[in-house]
């Protein structure tokens, strides 16, 4: 926290208070940072939750001490400005963790746990693509781990440079990333993820390295009605083996289920020899 005033304080509980009288604001106030304390705890991050509940505490006590005049009335309840400052100094710190810890270290995409978290809830006309980086050991081989991660991040500037409002990009693990688009159609899904494929190849990667190339193959799966997490996995399967598809067909392809058998979108659709999996 930075040495903040808030650290420095002694707070006390108020004894013989009853919790929901005093000022609405300043209660609420009060009860939200026991919540979030409550709910860091939970989550290991014990530093976070004992800020927060040395605040809340603080809110209890200047409630008890200022929320009542002398011949024991009701008085309206001022929170010192310094201590409004900590508090949203605080929350800002706290939105601030919240989202570093949902992101990527390395390529700042969503990390896995936020990809399971939206895919957790109810999304419509949900399209998936599974994306792949074709050779990534190679390039890695060749040109260094330091370039290769350079790669890595330059290829999810490229994921999210034109997705819709509502879509993201998720790194799911080592090279794989996961687009998620939902409210689109399975066309629409497929000619992202196609606009993707295409803008990757097109780049300039001698710009980073003379002699590389990267490009990448992609799997589309869509289900229209809303998706909950036991579809969306399963839509992640399907995504998967067609990714497997599109890697086997030849790479640098987008593949996608149409009339029950595999096709391929855009440049690569005239290829021939297009592998179909098993089921």
């Known amino acids: 926290m930075g040495g903040t005033a808030v650290t420095g304080l002694q707070p006390r509980a108020a004894p013989g208070r009853d919790q929901n009288s005093g000022d609405p604001e300043l209660v609420g106030s009060a009860r939200g940072h026991e919540a979030i304390a409550t709910m860091l705890a939970a989550q290991g991050q014990w530093r976070w939750a004992y800020e927060h509940l040395r605040i809340a505490l603080e809110l209890h006590r200047i409630e008890s001490t200022y929320g009542e005049s002398t011949n024991g009335a009701r008085a309206p309840v001022t929170v010192p400005d310094q201590l409004r400052r900590e508090i949203a100094q605080l929350r800002r710190e706290h939105a601030e963790a919240r989202e570093e810890s949902l992101r990527d270290s390395l390529t700042s995409s969503y990390n896995r746990r936020y990809l399971n978290q939206r895919l957790g809830t109810p999304l419509t006309g949900l399209g998936l693509a599974l994306v792949d980086l074709d050779w990534f050991k190679q390039v890695n081989d060749t040109f260094g781990h330091v370039l290769g991660d350079r790669v890595l991040q330059r290829v999810v500037d490229l994921l999210c440079a034109q997705l819709p409002d ?54 589309v799966a869509h289900d229209g009605p809303a998706t909950a997490v036991a579809d969306a996995e399963q839509l992640l399967l399907l995504a998967d083996t067609l990714l497997y598809a599109a890697k086997q067909s030849g790479r640098n392809a987008v593949a996608y289920r149409s009339g029950g058998r595999v096709r391929l979108a855009g440049a690569a659709a005239a290829r021939r020899g297009i592998v179909q999996p098993d089921g």
């Open 166 to 219: 509502g879509a993201f990009c998720a790194r799911y693990g080592g090279e794989e990333f996961v687009l998620v688009l939902p409210d689109t159609d399975a066309g629409t899904a497929i000619a992202i993820s196609e606009d993707v494929r295409a803008r990757v190849e097109r780049y300039s990667w001698d710009e980073l390295a003379p002699g590389l190339r990267v490009t990448i193959s992609a799997g």
